[in-house]
């Protein structure tokens, strides 16, 4: 692939993303993380909860994936005041990957990811068929976290409100991981 083809190209998702208070507890525990454990923290600006992973596509294909979530029922769309989650569990995945999450998924994100789900297949754009697994992704590369005795203290973390964007990675320069646009 020439340089012009992974300039053009990018990794897609839809997410939602916490508000800034949120999202910096949320990064000061993914530095501790890494600190601990090896690896590199994400900035705030950088956490986000995956709710349907679309993958590599074109960076052109940004204007033909606003669509399937621009259709969703106005109640699910736009909105800031989703309920208040609490973010209450830190784990890792394995493979360095440091997380947190609720312990179990709200029913209005739920409620989100099948709709979102469901736009995604009516317009016939491919997407991760995974059920949803809620979490935010704090730290990567973390490999002595399953080595380590006593991982960071984890204090829980309240998300007053979130925001869904369509998220992508790659694609151009600049300092952050991902690139949003906000629904």
């Known amino acids: ?24 507890a949320l990064a000061r525990t993914g ?20 709710v349907a992973f679309v993958g590599n596509r074109p960076l052109a294909d940004t204007r033909l994936l606003l669509p399937p979530a621009l259709a969703l029922p106005p109640e699910l769309l736009g909105r800031e005041d989703w309920p208040e989650t609490r973010i209450g569990v ?7 990957i440091v997380w947190a ?7 209005w994100l739920a409620e989100l990811a099948l709709a979102l789900r469901a736009a995604l297949r009516t317009t016939g754009i491919g997407f991760d068929e995974k059920p949803l697994r809620p979490h935010i992704t704090l730290a990567r590369g973390a490999h002595r976290w399953e080595r380590t005795a006593a991982p960071p203290e984890f204090r ?5 409100s979130w925001r869904l964007a369509l998220g992508w990675s790659g694609g151009g320069p600049g300092g952050a991981r991902y690139r949003w646009r906000t629904l």
């Not at 829980?156 to 007053?160: D, F, Y």
């Open 90 to 96: 830190l784990a890792s995945f394995g493979r360095g």
């Open 101 to 107: 999450g609720p312990e179990q998924t709200p029913p």
């Open 156 to 160: 829980p973390v309240l998300v007053g």
């Open 1 to 24: 692939m020439s340089h012009d083809q992974q300039q053009s190209a990018a990794r897609f998702f839809y997410a939602i993303v916490p508000d800034p208070a949120a999202a910096r």
């Open 31 to 50: 530095a501790e993380v890494a600190r601990a454990c090896g690896g590199r923290a994400l900035a705030a600006g950088d956490l986000h909860l995956t």
